[in-house]
């Protein structure tokens, strides 16, 4: 069975970074499409970026581009998410999540087969 575990949040100041990691057991992690998603409180969950299998090609949403960097290293079975420039609204539970059909990029979260149980990160002023 395959399973996500996402570590790397926390509690951090505005203007500060973190990089979010996602480990991948139970499968193959070159053969996914791997994908970032978030949720704050009382918000549906919204694309944040995602990375081909072969960490050739990159995507983000719109308003985080520029800031988040996603990549992945196959050999470790495992993605990261860096954010940079951390603002207060960025506040959110950071779900990774894998994607097995199609070469394309997508932003549907439906879009996904697998996910992780998320990764809290806290900004504040």
């Known amino acids: 069975q395959v399973q996500l575990v996402e570590s790397g949040g926390g509690a951090v100041q505005a203007g500060n970074s973190l990089t979010l990691s996602c480990t991948v057991s139970?499968?193959?992690?070159?053969?996914?499409?791997m994908g970032w998603f978030r949720q704050a409180p009382g918000r549906q969950r919204e694309y944040v970026a995602s990375?081909?299998?072969?960490?050739?090609?990159?995507h983000y949403g719109e308003p985080l581009k520029g800031r988040f960097t996603i990549s992945r290293d196959n050999d470790k079975n495992t993605v990261y998410l860096r954010l940079n420039s951390l603002r207060l609204e960025d506040t959110a539970v950071y779900y990774c999540?894998?994607?097995?059909?199609?070469?394309?990029?997508?932003?549907?979260?439906?879009?996904?087969?697998?996910w992780g149980q998320g990764t809290q990160v806290t900004v504040s002023s």
């Open positions: 990375v081909s299998r072969n960490n050739e090609s990159t």
């Open positions: 999540a894998a994607k097995i059909a199609g070469s394309e990029f997508t932003v549907a979260r439906s879009d996904y087969d697998y």
């Open positions: 139970g499968g193959t992690l070159s053969t996914y499409i």
